[in-house]
């Protein structure tokens, strides 16, 4: 269930553009999940966006040697409205499948406002839980939606960004910061081209248990860093490459293939 957790937190973080004109998006990315060069898992996210509206799956399975310690797999929903800058999340959808047991998150959402939340099975409010309050549920989005950016161009304006998330157990803030211009050339990747390095900071707000693992070390990170890939339709961008410096190694997740 660890290892489950940090690869719903690599394919969280990866997934959080202002375009002239709102052109329908249809694409279908693979990525790679590795951990010290070890394959963990494979992910596959779906976007269609009509222009006004959006629509995205997303599917992770464990895969590879990590098969030998852990099983399991994940699947998001999310759907809500497009418009010009972002993705504005209406319903959010967590399920997580592990060592036989089921965990489901269900999140609604009206003008960035959190209406309903549903945990199941609910979480356990303890002293190491800090406190969800009424303030944390405005002007957020899906961690999903919120990673998948609109812009005028692949340039470092892109990366001026704080997104405020809720999954449906946590309240968070990401912090967006250019930090250089690059090229991706590898051809065993699903694109090569420019890209756009962000550097990302998190920050908890609230719902998260204080002595997370997961929690403390992103809280802590200077090095959360993504890399920023042009879809074909103009002003959509979708990450490239996701990378993560752990105490156990680089966890980084790549995109393989695309297909839009």
Request: net charge positive; charged share 20%.
């Amino acid at each position: 269930m660890r290892l489950l957790r940090r690869v719903a937190a690599a394919c969280g973080i990866a997934l959080m553009a202002t375009s002239a004109a709102a052109a329908p998006v249809s694409a279908t990315a693979q990525y790679l999940i590795s951990l010290s060069g070890t394959s963990i898992a494979s992910v596959t996210i779906r976007l269609n966006d009509t222009g006004k509206r959006y629509a995205m799956a997303l599917d992770a399975r464990i895969t590879g040697l990590a098969q030998l310690v852990a099983s399991g797999v994940a699947k998001v929903d999310s759907t809500g409205v497009s418009n010009g800058r972002e993705l504005t999340s209406e319903k959010f959808a967590l399920l997580t499948r592990a060592g036989g047991e089921d965990f489901t998150v269900s999140v609604e959402y009206a003008q960035k406002d959190v209406t309903a939340f549903i945990v199941t099975p609910p979480l356990i409010n303890n002293i190491d839980r800090v406190a969800l309050e009424r303030r944390h549920l405005h002007g957020v989005n899906d961690m999903v939606a919120a990673f998948v950016l609109k812009g005028g161009g692949l340039d470092k304006s892109l990366c001026d960004r704080r997104l405020q998330i809720f999954t449906g157990l946590e309240r968070f803030n990401v912090t967006m910061h250019f930090a250089r211009a690059d090229v991706a050339t590898s051809k065993r990747t699903g694109y090569q081209g420019p890209v756009i390095l962000c550097n990302i900071r998190y920050t908890p707000v609230s719902g998260h248990f204080t002595t997370s693992e997961i929690t403390n070390f992103l809280a802590e990170s200077d090095r959360i860093l993504i890399w920023y890939a042009p879809l074909a339709t103009p002003g959509y961008f979708i990450p490239y490459r996701v990378l993560l410096t752990t105490s156990m190694g680089d966890l980084s997740m790549v995109l393989t293939d695309l297909e839009q």
